[in-house]
């Protein structure tokens, strides 16, 4: 397994609270081992109260360059959230770029006070559809609530990006880090969900 | 075994900016390590503080920045290698010991010292994006900058050199974008210090009459490290011998510049000379390749510290002046503000080199355009649901609102401050730095003589009481002023991720520590002090209205009530569950829950025309309940 390019340009977008940083943290560690070098630079703002957060990966053979990545030039978008993977395809889309999403909607505020209608599923479907090379989606909110904790979403999306086969990274490398990473009970729920979230697009 | 304590030399990790900076801490063998946090400077403590037990060395959260280098000095005067770290912001509250201390002849008996400034281009986490490099041009002290990961580990270590061989605190500046990117880091060795303190045998002073025997050894001093400068590992170019346009750069312009260089496919034609040494400039190095071409951009967050300096160098040069252009944020091809990203360098480069600038593919741009346009929303940060400021900012509001007269807040810098934002309640009107609510405050308090009779309310938080409010409170007692200050005491210094202050009985590694009370503090200065639950709103109302109707001297309610977020995972539970009585729910007319309260954890169903809670973020708080006209909301004890 390699890269389809490189560098690799990826973005992990989502909704502050979320872990995209956590995954993205896994997911470089693993990738560092395969001896790629990887770049990560997170955009946060006040994302612990709510904001859009993202990081941006470099992931390569050779260049490490730890900047953002050019306007519309994402290889890859993986996002916790739908609304999130418009908002990086605004800034980073491009006719080729591949995304894959937690189609569950994170209401901003002003769709929870009812001043702004949250777009319909079909349409954003859609528009990621028509924006994105091609898109995979799937409820890892759904699938991390039946395993009894939204929180570990975020590690669904991992093991379904595994699945997708876009990274040189397979599902014994992503268990090592979570075992690495987390107290032997997070991990074991972890686990559950990086399976659960493989499974989901396998 | 944390990451940052393991040896493992030689290999390589994927490291944080802040831990790669505090990696290099330890890697330097430094003893003594301060800093009051501050974004995006806090993960440097923050991580050493995880580690300061095994490793032997002392990590403390000072109460502020000025206090934090005047204790870090204090390792230094006796031997011991120290470091101080704070954001932009906080160098102005150093600043009076750094622009009196540059001149002490720290760090001669092998105690080098660091301070660590983080800016914040854009102004991402800041009032402002102040550029702290200045600091070392006015202090005549040096000034590294890095560009990756990598060389942030391994200039501190650098730093410390400089500051032993010059015997003077070295500046260190870090910004956002290095503080929060991630990259890959060899590992150094791992000392385990054991240096122990030398005594205090001589006059350590700056002050008059020394001042004037040491000024010309400082400016001799900062000659001799410009030389040792000019053959800095820190700086490099990289390029063809005469590039069409020559790069200067320093910080985050290193690695958009090399970006912008790969999208624009010009590796052939551009050169970039990189200068990690900032101050005092290498500056045979820099004529050296401005020799090279004719033509330079210079790229630096935030304002035109090297471009002004390579300005003055091309026009004192005979050989240079007239014959290179100088570009960068006063030529107008770089913003005067903000950040520099790949796509901001692309274009300057492409308008210097008369390139077109690729653009996204016409039909894709089109479409990205629309959908957005149609389907995006803005995130709005707001307080957490179950916030105590919510509480507390909605009983200043009713208070000020039953008293009439257009009373408002005099605000200050913590998650309060989110008062100014569409989601707070907007009853702010005035905001500046830290401690400057109160002392705003004295000012209002002294104003009745002149006929200023509109009430106001300053506010602050526990860290920022610490921090820099305690000498205005002490001024508003001494000069008489009339004032009432709320202090919003969630125990713990929040916005800035969790750090501990002296209000919270433990201390940076986590050991207990002795309490300083604020209500007994200002008891003893002579506020009339009372303590309030935010959560209590109507007793809270009433207590703020009687201080408003008070109108004599220093009032200090202090509203106490733990952060949402710390007590949650302490917790671990919701003191109540909440549910909304649909029967009594006045939806579309009322919706005054959503839209005025504005707790993220209630949902106005456009469906059902009810409000609903959203249980995955309710932390069942139950101030809802009390703010809900038609007593629609519902709680009850959980088991």
């Not at chain 2, 109707?549 to 733990?562: A, H, M």
Request: net charge positive; glycine share 8%.
């Amino acid at each position: 397994m390699t890269i389809a390019k490189d560098p690799l340009y990826m973005v992990i977008c989502g909704v502050g609270g979320q872990g995209n940083i956590l995954i993205s943290r896994l997911l470089g560690r693993a990738l560092l081992k395969k001896h790629y070098s990887v770049t990560i630079v997170d955009t946060f703002g006040v994302a612990q109260r709510g904001g859009a957060v993202n990081s941006n990966l470099r992931i390569s053979k050779t260049k490490s360059y730890e900047t953002l990545i050019s306007h519309g030039c994402a290889h890859i978008i993986l996002s916790l959230e739908p609304l999130e993977t418009l908002r990086m395809l605004t800034e980073y889309g491009n006719p080729e770029v591949l995304t894959l999403t937690n189609f569950r909607p994170v209401f901003p505020l002003e769709v929870l006070s009812g001043d702004a209608d949250y777009p319909s599923y079909d349409k954003l479907r859609q528009a990621i559809t028509e924006l994105s090379k091609r898109c995979w989606v799937l409820d890892a909110t759904g699938i991390a609530l039946k395993l009894g904790a939204v929180i570990v979403s975020n590690v669904v999306m991992l093991g379904a990006l595994v699945a997708t086969k876009l990274l040189p990274v397979a599902m014994q490398d992503m268990d090592n880090e979570i075992k690495d990473s987390f107290p032997p009970k997070r991990a074991e729920l972890n686990l559950k969900a990086l399976e659960a979230g493989f499974n989901a697009l396998k | 075994m944390s990451k940052l304590s393991e040896d493992a030399s030689g290999s390589y990790r994927l490291m944080l900016g802040n831990e790669a900076i505090a990696r290099g801490i330890l890697e330097s063998g430094a003893q003594f390590c301060s800093g009051y946090p501050g974004t995006p400077s806090s993960e440097i403590i923050g991580s050493l503080t995880q580690v300061a037990k095994e490793m032997g060395i002392y990590v403390e959260w000072s109460i502020n920045e000025k206090v934090a280098v005047e204790a870090a000095a204090a390792a230094s005067f006796t031997g011991l290698r120290s470091v101080a770290t704070m954001k932009n912001a906080g160098v102005n509250v150093a600043s009076d010991f750094l622009q009196h201390f540059n001149l002490s002849g720290v760090g001669g008996n092998g105690g080098g010292m660091v301070v660590v400034a983080a800016d914040d281009p854009n102004a991402w986490y800041s009032g402002d994006e102040e550029d702290s490099r200045w600091l070392a041009r006015s202090a005549g002290v040096p000034l590294l900058v890095p560009d990756s990961v990598q060389e942030a580990k391994d200039m501190i270590k650098g730093a410390f050199e400089i500051s032993e061989t010059f015997k003077v605190y070295c500046l260190f500046c870090s910004y956002t974008r290095l503080a929060h990117r991630t990259g890959v880091v060899k590992l150094g060795k791992l000392p385990h210090p054991k240096k122990v303190a030398s005594n205090i045998t001589e006059l350590i002073t700056n002050e008059y009459p020394w001042i004037l025997e040491r000024l010309d050894e400082a400016f001799e001093r900062l000659d001799k490290i410009q030389e040792a400068f000019e053959s800095s590992p820190f700086n490099w170019y990289k390029g063809p011998d005469n590039p069409e346009l020559m790069i200067i750069c320093c910080g985050n312009g290193s690695p958009c510049a090399f970006e912008a260089i790969d999208f624009l496919k010009l590796q052939d034609s551009l050169g970039v000379l990189k200068l990690g040494t900032v101050w005092p400039i290498p500056r045979r190095l820099v004529e050296k390749y401005l020799a090279r071409t004719k033509q330079v951009i210079v790229l630096e967050e935030t304002d035109p510290f090297l471009e002004s300096y390579v300005k003055e160098l091309v026009a004192d040069s005979d050989a240079l002046a007239g014959k290179v252009k100088v570009y960068g944020r006063n030529s107008g091809h770089i913003k005067r503000w903000g950040e520099l990203t790949p796509d901001a360098v692309s274009k300057a480069l492409s308008k210097i080199l008369k390139k077109e600038y690729p653009t996204r593919e016409r039909v894709y741009a089109q479409k990205v355009e629309n959908a957005s346009k149609q389907m995006l929303i803005e995130r709005v940060g707001a307080w957490c649901p179950g916030c105590p400021h919510r509480a507390s900012f909605w009983a200043i509001k009713e208070a000020l609102r039953k008293t009439g007269r257009n009373g408002f807040v005099i605000n200050d810098i913590g998650c309060y401050s989110m008062d100014i934002v569409k989601t707070g309640y907007n009853i702010t009107k005035i905001l500046h730095s830290m401690g400057a609510g109160v002392g705003v405050g004295c000012g209002l308090g002294q104003l009745d003589r002149f006929g200023f009779k509109q009430p106001f309310i300053s506010v602050c938080g526990d860290s920022t009481f610490f921090h820099s409010s305690i000498p205005a409170i002490i001024n508003a007692i001494y000069n008489k002023s009339n004032m009432i200050m709320i202090v919003l005491d969630n125990a713990i210094t929040a916005m800035t991720g969790f750090q501990p202050h002296p209000g919270t009985g433990f201390n940076a590694v986590g050991d207990a520590a002795p309490i300083v009370d604020i209500a007994n503090f200002c008891r003893s200065l002579g506020c009339k002090v009372a303590v309030r639950d935010p959560f209590n709103i109507k007793d809270t109302i009433k207590k703020i209205i009687e201080f408003i109707k008070d109108e004599t001297g220093v009032r200090v309610l202090i509203l106490r009530r733990s952060c949402e977020l710390v007590r949650m995972r302490r917790e671990r539970k919701k003191p109540y569950k909440i549910w909304v009585d649909a029967g009594k729910c006045k939806g579309e007319k009322c919706r005054y829950c959503t839209s005025t309260f504005k707790c993220p954890g209630l949902a106005f169903n456009k469906e059902t025309k009810k409000v609903e809670i959203v249980e995955e973020i309710c932390t069942g708080c139950g101030v809802c309940v009390d703010i809900c006209p038609p007593k629609a909301i519902m709680k009850e004890e959980t088991a």
